[in-house]
């Protein structure tokens, strides 16, 4: 007689975790408008394809809305659509981390508690719902976070290439990320000084310059 096959307990928890915030944006507006959501869409000035940056915004966030727009039509739809792709990041982010809490934690009540304290984090869910960068910020954060543990855990060329990407996307979603380099420049340097891993620290520093010169360029 064959065994039925048990449910892993983290569907469970992503099943509360989803209906917690449903609950959460149930009694929310569907989205909400901040006094400079408009310098990031309709008074945004710049073009990515034209090589043109508008001097006010990083073009990420705005580009985001250029293309929902130019899908939806209207303001009101491209809004929600927004939202909803927020909260998919949102979600995936959990998931991300989730895996990364199974590498450094042997207990899986430790990694479980932890998956739900970031998934239900109630201030997550109201940057959810606002039309600003602060959402994608936090969302990719995490999962930029989660790639560098992987990273110490295991480098890797590959790895190496897509922090500095990551790190030059940050950027552009968000200049305040500029401090990212300070903190690569130094974990770089304390590679460099191991003489197994100073290959990958040179390929990062080498990619981190790139990075900044393009960010301070643009």
Do not use: H
């Amino acid at each position: 007689m064959n065994k039925q096959k048990k449910i892993p307990i983290i569907i469970y928890i992503f099943f509360i975790i989803i209906l917690i915030r449903l609950i959460f944006y149930y009694n929310m507006k569907e989205y909400t408008e901040a006094f400079d959501t408009s310098s990031y869409f309709q008074n945004y000035e710049g073009s990515i394809l034209k090589a043109c940056i508008d001097e006010q915004r990083t073009p990420v966030y705005p580009t985001v809305y250029k293309i929902f727009k130019s899908m939806c039509g209207t303001d009101d739809i491209t809004y929600r659509t927004i939202i909803l792709m927020q909260e998919i990041v949102s979600i995936v982010s959990i998931a991300v981390l989730y895996k990364t809490f199974q590498s450094i934690f042997s207990s899986k009540k430790y990694v479980y508690i932890l998956t739900i304290l970031y998934g239900t984090c109630p201030v997550i869910f109201c940057y959810n719902k606002m039309l600003l960068t602060e959402s994608f910020s936090i969302s990719f954060m995490v999962m930029f976070v989660c790639l560098l543990i992987s990273f110490n855990k295991k480098p890797s060329i590959k790895k190496n290439i897509l922090i500095a990407i990551y790190t030059f996307f940050l950027i552009m979603l968000r200049p305040s990320f500029l401090y990212i380099t300070v903190y690569l420049f130094i974990v770089w340097f304390l590679l460099f000084l191991n003489k197994e891993k100073r290959k990958q620290a040179i390929i990062g520093f080498a990619l981190l310059i790139t990075i900044v010169r393009r960010g301070i360029c643009i």
